[in-house]
């Protein structure tokens, strides 16, 4: 039985929402932080990722969590936050190239977590865990909702399609916010005011044996650490409207190899085929199919059925990333930890193929290497969680992601 509750929200008033919305500070790198908060100063980045503001500061210096405490009071007293009077569920709907997903925003239970019935798939850095941890303290709110997925359920799909379509002629029924954002996602919120509806939420969701953490690893890790009031801020999403892309990778270097042995050591192990210049990037078609961008071309790698024999029945070891790592990066590439290595990059989905090129061709002499995979599915994910057991670092990249800022949560 999941514990999902409705909370007293602390939100960006109705005309500043898209300029205060902004993609999780973990999507950013500090630069590129910076840069965003230079094209919309009320950015949630501010917040979020205050050491884009303090080039000059280490990224997890004190002084880095009292600007954010700093900035939030101040916004908060400037009237661009206001806060309900009472708890209220959400609905957070976001569209991209015509596909809808519509999540719930709500407290989920840390007890839920402790005893799995919050599954998780990735380990978490302590250095990382413990920057969110800062972050709670300082604002004393949990302001980035962790994404969740949960298996489609007919009576939370029926209450959100109602609430949606209601059109009863009076302000209550119309969206919080609606807005597209610069990136082209189209963002909608609606409160859940009717009592009985969140009533139907509540004892739906109590009849769910599992909620999945899709993206948020690090902000419920530390929450649950934390523990200020024994529930932590998520958006809750079905299963069957989500979307995953591939994450890909750049290793910085051949790990002293020249481009022609590391193309002879890959074939024992991969059927290889070179398939066009940089400007033709490979999109892989399966699990085990990868692209590969070396010394200025791409190729095409599927991994032998050797491989996949090896991992027949274990979850983890039976993702194309998995297969990767343990028949290419770590043996042939010296990628012993795919999460400690500083010679390993990873490039969300959303980036595009080209990117890898860019980054490979930006790299000193003699260069290194990339590649595109085939997107974890969702299956894969719960199977995982399912037993217990988790997947390789950076095995999924969600879109579109649900933004920090709209939903505050003060504990």
Known sequence: MADVKPFVCSRPC??????????PYDVFSRAEAAAEIATHPHSFLRIDKSCALLPDVEEYDPRVYALAAELLAADTAAGIYEQEAEPYFFLYRLVKDGRAQTGIVARVSIDDYRRGVIKRHENTRA????????????????TGPVFI??????????????????ERPHPDSLPLYDFTAPDGVRHTVWRVDDPKCATSIEESFAQLDALYIADGHHRAAAAVELDRSGYFLAVLFPANQLNILGYNRVVSD????????????????????????GDEPYTPRHSYEFGM????????????PELRGEVAGDPVAALGVSVLHDSLLQPLLGIDDPRSSARISYVGGVRGLDELARRVEALPAPGGVAF??????????????????????KSTWFEPKPRSGLFINRI
Do not use: N
């Open 127 to 142: 250095h990382k865990r413990g920057d969110r941890i800062k972050h709670l303290q300082a604002l004393g709110a949990q």
């Open 254 to 277: 051949l790990f002293g190899q020249t481009v022609e042995q590391l193309l002879a050591r890959i074939g024992e192990h991969f059927e290889l085929s070179h398939v066009g210049g």
């Open 14 to 23: 109705a005309e500043l929402a898209r300029e205060v919305a902004a993609l």
């Open 372 to 393: 595109s995979l085939f997107p974890t599915t969702l299956d894969e994910l719960f199977a995982v969680a399912d037993a217990g057991m988790l997947m390789p670092p």
């Open 293 to 304: 961008y070396l010394d200025g071309g791409w190729y095409r790698l599927e991994a032998k």
């Open 149 to 166: 997925a949960y298996q489609a359920h007919k009576a939370l799909d029926d209450v959100v399609a109602a609430r949606i379509a209601d």
